[in-house]
């Protein structure tokens, strides 16, 4: 089974992706959230990936954090959930928006997402109860900067600490030097996400 890709980005078309690794080109699914994370075509890009094998062909979806591939994983556990719908959650919702929703029981978070009724937005809530990740980290997307790693997800878990989405703490924490301590990563993305 495929856990990881890591190559260069060749193609991006919503939701779907062409990484070349070692001159073999593999297609993977990906929520928007990973999407807008995304480097530019022809950069190296690393995606974890969940391996789906079926009766009709294998499928892969790429992820840009461990805790967005087990909510999807955690999603897929639930009667009636498939992948579309599970990459069309992500995509509407960052992990930390979710579990808040689901904390909240806010089914009206959920029903905001197209393919989504009022029936299983109470069912994803009731099934989510407890099981998925606390914490929004881990960045594993490559895209330079303070967010690949170590400061980078202190820098990026404080920021959505603070209320900001996933997106908008990707956005402020892709450009800064990765040799800034956390405190000061922390003063330069407030900076930047102020400007917005």
Known sequence: MIGRLSGLLIEKNPPQLLVDVGGVGYEVDVPMSTFYSLPALGEPVTLLIHHAVREDGQFLYGFGTADERAAFRQ???ISGVGARIALAVLSGLSVADLHGAVARQE????????????KTAERLLLELKGKLPTVAGGVAVTTGGVADGGQGDD??????ALGYSEKEALVATRGLPPDLSASEGIRQALRILARF
């Open 75 to 77: 999603l897929l556990k």
């Open 107 to 118: 089914s009206g978070r959920l029903t905001k997402i197209p393919g989504i009724g009022k």
């Open 155 to 160: 820098v990026l878990n404080a920021l959505l």
